[in-house]
């Protein structure tokens, strides 16, 4: 049994949930719409908070829905995640359920569950969604990034898949980067399972990293043909910039991992100071060496980093430019009407000349007749 469990919230959070309890996972999932919930049949246990048919993207639906059933959704975690010391609730920060559901339920469990480790996996949208996603985004990053007690928040970013498969659907999209954020958490639990004459990186050492507060990230990079210290560090560093995470971007590692996988003379190019000079040297390392003869491999997992402040800024950049045509768009709602060009005709076919005597938006006054 997996040590770690995965809640999804909302429609995102389902799907990771369902990508997860296919590798062995406990799953659980909650949503305010059954419709979303019910595809994800893999996932054993379901939540549906009574009394909702879905949070239209509005994040004070899914904020409200805790509030009001957090006795019972607190109970159904316990229920679900009996044997589990660290919890992940997956959810994607632009819709209305996941994102506005999970930063206050995170709170709560920390609050109520004090023996659970509770971190996040939170999906980033993609560049090219509309003014209201971005919105719901931007708010529910910044609850998240505040919460005191969190461990590991993973910020699975849409884009990154975007940039290398312009073509494909939105569903490819998806389903990819689902799959690689569960394959690259059960990975490095897989190597603690693993043993080595070398060097253990052992389930302590995993929950030590993933323990600490702030943004991590995990990726794996072959370096079957790097001949120096240099190419090696140089091909790790760019597994930072091109995982499904969102782009390393400062430096502020408070713990890392290491792995190795692969044969003893490659192991000989891994050199601390250069790996990490771009990024700064974190304060606790835990190094794992796994020598066989497959390809050689290696696993880094950065934690503590900060919130991604460029990437973040790109999606908040576009409501800056477009503040007031949106304003504009919001005041339009209450004040739009149409005028009609032939009023003067009304009268051809006016028999009884009758004129309401009253506006709309005037109340009716109770008549006696
Ligand atoms: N990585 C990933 N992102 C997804 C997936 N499904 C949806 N998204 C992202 O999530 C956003 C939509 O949020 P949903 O998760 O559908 O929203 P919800 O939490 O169900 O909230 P409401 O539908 O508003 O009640 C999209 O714009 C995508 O950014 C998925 O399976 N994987
Ligand atoms: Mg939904």
Not at 26 to 49: H, M
Not at 147 to 174: A, C, H
Not at 309 to 332: G, I
Request: glycine residues 8%; charged residues 20%; positive net charge.
């Amino acid at each position: 049994m997996k040590p770690f469990g995965i809640l999804g919230v909302g429609q995102a959070g389902g799907n990771i949930a369902e990508a997860a309890s296919a590798l062995g996972f406990p799953t659980a999932l909650i949503n305010t719409n059954q419709r979303d919930g019910i595809v994800n049949t893999r996932v054993e246990n379901k939540y549906f908070v009574p009394g909702y048919n879905g949070a239209g993207q509005d994040r004070s639906i899914g904020a409200r829905a805790v509030h009001d059933h957090y006795r019972e959704i607190v109970e159904f975690v316990e229920k679900s995640f009996k044997k589990v010391k660290f919890l992940f609730v997956a959810f994607s920060t632009d819709g209305g359920t996941g994102s506005g559901m999970s930063p206050l339920l995170i709170e709560i469990l920390l609050n109520q569950l004090p023996k659970l480790k509770v971190g996040a996996i939170a999906v980033v949208p993609e560049r090219n969604v509309l003014a209201g996603n971005r919105i719901n985004a931007a708010e529910c990053l910044e609850e998240l990034s505040k919460i005191e007690g969190i461990s590991s928040t993973f910020l699975v970013d849409n884009d990154q898949l975007r940039r290398t498969n312009p073509q494909s659907s939105k569903q490819q999209i998806y389903r990819a980067s689902n799959q690689k954020v569960v394959e690259a958490i059960n990975h490095v639990l897989q190597i603690t399972l693993k043993s080595s004459l070398y060097g253990n990186f052992d389930e302590t050492d995993l929950m030590n990293i993933l323990s600490t507060r702030g943004v991590t990230v995990i990726s794996t990079s072959t370096v079957t043909d790097a001949k120096t210290t240099a190419e090696v560090s140089l091909k790790i560093q760019q597994s930072w910039a091109n995982s499904i995470f969102c782009p390393v971007e400062s430096a502020g590692v408070i713990r890392a991992g290491l792995i190795y996988e692969g044969p003893e003379n490659v192991s000989k190019l891994i050199n601390i100071p250069s790996i990490f000079e771009r990024v700064g040297e974190p304060l606790e390392l835990f190094e794992g060496t796994y020598i066989s003869e497959t390809d050689p491999s290696i696993t880094t997992i950065l934690a503590g980093l900060s919130f991604p402040t460029r990437r973040l800024q790109v999606m908040e950049e576009m409501l800056n430019k477009n503040r007031d045509r949106l304003h504009e768009l919001v005041q339009k709602e209450y004040t739009q009407k149409y005028e009609s060009k032939i009023g003067w005709a009304s009268n051809l076919k006016a028999r009884n000349n009758y004129k309401p005597t009253r506006t709309v938006n005037q109340k009716p006054t109770k008549s006696n007749s």
